[in-house]
Nanobody
Framework: VPLQAFGGGLVQPGGSLRLSCTASGSIVRINAMGWYRQAPGKQRELVATITSGGSTNYVDSVKGRFTISRDNNKNTVYLQMNSLKPEDTAVYYC???????????????WGQGTLVTVSS
């Protein structure tokens, strides 16, 4: 099940970006979806997650600035990022817990990553 992430780019401090990630293919159901990021020289960290019912969770450093949402009809998760800071610079990866067709199990899928650079 491919996950395609879009929306990264270069933005000035204080600016905004919206990331999107769509799961395609034959899918029965998607449980949690989320965004992670990996800055140069650092480990990948959780940014935000959202359950199929819409419950959200954020890392403390983005609370009040980032908003995660999803469109279940489109199998898409979004990350609206406002008031961006240089320390938000990272490659952002989407993640989803998906049950593919012809399977009773859920599997962890990752998108290819999209680079967000916050710099003046």
């Amino acid at each position: 099940v491919p996950l395609q992430a879009f929306g990264g780019g270069l933005v000035q401090p204080g600016g905004s970006l919206r990331l999107s990630c769509t799961a395609s293919g034959s899918i029965v159901r998607i449980n949690a979806m989320g965004w992670y990021r990996q800055a140069p020289g650092k480990q990948r960290e959780l940014v935000a997650t959202i359950t199929s019912g819409g419950s959200t969770n954020y890392v403390d450093s983005v609370k009040g600035r980032f908003t995660i949402s999803r469109d279940n009809n489109k199998n898409t998760v979004y990350l609206q990022m406002n008031s961006l800071k240089p320390e938000d610079t990272a490659v952002y990866y989407c993640n989803a817990d998906i049950r593919p067709i012809r399977s009773l199990n859920y599997y962890d899928y990752w998108g290819q990553g999209t680079l967000v650079t916050v710099s003046s």
